[in-house]
C-alpha cells in the first residue's frame, strides 16, 4: 500500500473510534499525539531498499580478501585500509605473479621475481595497516598462459582457498567478480573459485561474498589501454566510502610495488584517484533466493 493511503486509512480509523464515542470534540488535545503515532507508524513502515553499506551495521570480525597476484588488492586498497581500523584484514595471493614481467624493473620472470613480489606484498599490507599476506602460491597463469597443467592448477588452488577459509573463518569475503576488473583470466578464476566454494560446502548463507566493481563513469579515469571491465550501478548494492587518509594509506601501498609499475604509472594512477573526490568503491554482494521453483 502506497504511504499516503496508510496514512489516511490509519487516520480514518481514529476518527471513526473517536466519532463513535463522542470523543473527538470533547479531548481535542489528545487528538493530535493520535495523529502524530499514526504518522509515525504509517512512515516507517515503508520497506526501503536503499544500497547496502558495511558500515550501516557491526563491522565485520573478521575479513578476507582474495586476489588473483601481489599487486590486485591495490583495486581496492583504501576500503582494506578502512576495516583495518575495525576489523581483522587478511590479504590472499592466489598465484605466485612469476610471469609478471616489466621492462622498467628489468627482472627476469620466475623465483627471483616471486620472491621479490612477496616482499612487496608484505610491503603494501603493512602500510595498510593489515595482516601479513597469505600466499597459495599457485602459478601465475594458472596454465591458461600454456607454461603449466590447468587442471592440476585449479585443483590444487581450490583446496588452498578451502583450507584457507577454513583457517581465516571470514564473515566477509571480498574478490573479483566476473568482469576480473581489468579481464584478467586469473582475476576472472579466482572469484570463480572462491564463488564455487562457497555454494559447494554450503557457505554461502554463512559468510557475505563480496564481488568488487567499477561503474563505467569510474572507469573513465583510467587509461584506456587497462581494459577495464564494468557494471551497471543498478547491481552494485554496496557503497563503502572512505577517508582521504585511508586513500593515502592505499597510494603508500601502491608505491611498493615497483618490479609492477614505474614511477610514471605510479604518478599517473595517484593523479587520477585524487582528482576523483568522491572516494567511494562499489562491491555486488553475493545474495541466494531461497525460493524452491520447479520451472523457469
Sequence with gaps: MPKLDRIFV????????MRAKNYFFK??????????????????NQKEHPKASLTDSLPPKTVMA?????????????????????????LVVATDGRYGIND?????AGDSLVVIRKKETACA?????????????????????????FYMQAAALKERIHAKIEELKPDVILTFGPDGDTGH??????????????????????????????????????PKDWGLGYVNPNYLNTTIHFSPEEEEKAFSSLQCHKS??????????????????????YFRKFALDSALLNAF
Design 260 to 281: 609492477q609499475f614505474s614511477k610514471e604509472a605510479f604518478a599517473e594512477w595517484i593523479a587520477a584517484e585524487r582528482a576523483d573526490t568522491t572516494n567511494v568503491l
Design 27 to 44: 479531548s481535542t488535545s489528545s487528538v493530535v499525539p493520535c495523529i502524530l503515532m499514526a504518522l509515525f507508524f504509517a512512515c516507517n
Design 185 to 222: 583470466p586469473d582475476h576472472r578464476m579466482v572469484g570463480l573459485f572462491t564463488t564455487e566454494i562457497l555454494l559447494r560446502e554450503n557457505w554461502a548463507n554463512a559468510i557475505d561474498l563480496y564481488h568488487f566493481g567499477w561503474t563505467k563513469e569510474q572507469t573513465k579515469k583510467f
Design 66 to 90: 582474495i586476489f588473483a597476484h601481489p599487486d590486485d588488492e591495490t583495486t581496492v586498497g583504501p576500503v582494506l585500509a578502512k576495516y583495518a581500523l575495525i576489523s581483522d584484514v587478511h
Design 125 to 149: 599490507c603493512a602500510e595498510l595497516g593489515i595482516n601479513p599476506p597469505h600466499f597459495l602460491e599457485a602459478k601465475d597463469g594458472l596454465g591458461l598462459n600454456g607454461k603449466h597443467n
Design 104 to 108: 622498467h624493473s628489468g627482472i627476469p
Design 10 to 17: 490509519v487516520l480514518m480509523a481514529i476518527f471513526g473510534v
